[in-house]
């Protein structure tokens, strides 16, 4: 073999050498890099989309502020922030006179703090949506489940030290029909009222129609204001005090 093509060899040899070199050392990390930048690229785009809908919803929202506002406002005439067992009164006493029952007694008990469900399925606060009525708000304290199927749940944010259940009592006395549709009024009105029991005896009075006596027993309940960041509320002497 003559010199030059020895010289032929050992240059294409170097060429090749030099192209897989440039290819691990220049091309490779390169492309690497542009898939990389490429993959973080579509990351960031569908992070702004989903940016974009929150922003959408919460302009949305805030175009719905005083509605969301008086749907709160609602919400807390039914769950107030502290007992207002005097406002309670008064709506019973309009009650009972709007179907002819005459209220003897009006007994409240020492507030129960709320215990969540053991069995109950947790759902975060920051995807809270309460439901006053639901089996799950009565499941302690003597809060009856109304539904044996229903899979209790629990929101993190609601405690013992936050929700609170206050006892009350009624003895009244009033033809039955009247009674039964008092005791629908209790269920159906601004403050949520939980009627755990409910008793009657016919009354010995002497009347055209024929009157019954009637003991309901039930609850009302408390949700102190600091869930919704407001400025927090002691509830603890007012509910105890039954005020």
């Not at 709007?98 to 007694?105: D, F, K, S």
């Not at 055209?208 to 309940?221: C, D, F, I, K, S």
Request: glycine share 6%; hydrophobic share 40%.
């Amino acid at each position: 073999m003559d010199k030059n093509r020895r010289w032929t060899i050992a240059a294409i040899l170097t060429m090749v050498a030099v192209m897989i070199f440039g290819w691990f050392l220049g091309v490779q990390p390169q492309l690497a890099s542009t898939e990389a930048a490429r993959q973080h690229l579509v990351l960031v785009r569908s992070q702004n989309n989903a940016n974009s809908v929150s922003i959408t919803q919460l302009k949305g929202d805030f175009d719905r502020i005083s509605e969301i506002k008086i749907k709160l406002a609602t919400m807390r005439l039914s769950v107030p922030s502290s007992a207002e067992i005097s406002t309670l009164v008064t709506e019973l006493d309009s009650l009972a006179g709007e179907h002819q029952i005459e209220v003897h007694a009006i007994t409240v008990a020492d507030a129960l703090g709320y215990t969540p469900p053991s069995t109950a399925a947790t759902i975060p606060a920051d995807e809270m949506s309460v439901d006053p009525s639901s089996a799950s708000t009565h499941a302690s304290a003597g809060m009856p489940s109304t539904s044996t199927a229903a899979v209790p749940q629990s929101h993190s944010s609601i405690t013992g030290a936050n929700f609170i259940a206050i006892p009350v009592q009624l003895t009244v006395t009033g033809p039955f029909p009247g009674v039964l549709e008092f005791v629908h009024g209790l269920q159906t009105g601004h403050r949520l009222f939980l009627v755990t029991t409910m008793s009657t005896t016919v009354s010995p009075d002497k009347a055209a129609v024929e009157l019954v006596n009637a003991t309901v027993g039930g609850l009302v309940y408390v949700l102190l204001a600091n869930v919704e960041g407001e400025t927090g509320k002691s509830c603890n002497q007012d509910c105890q005090a039954g005020r």
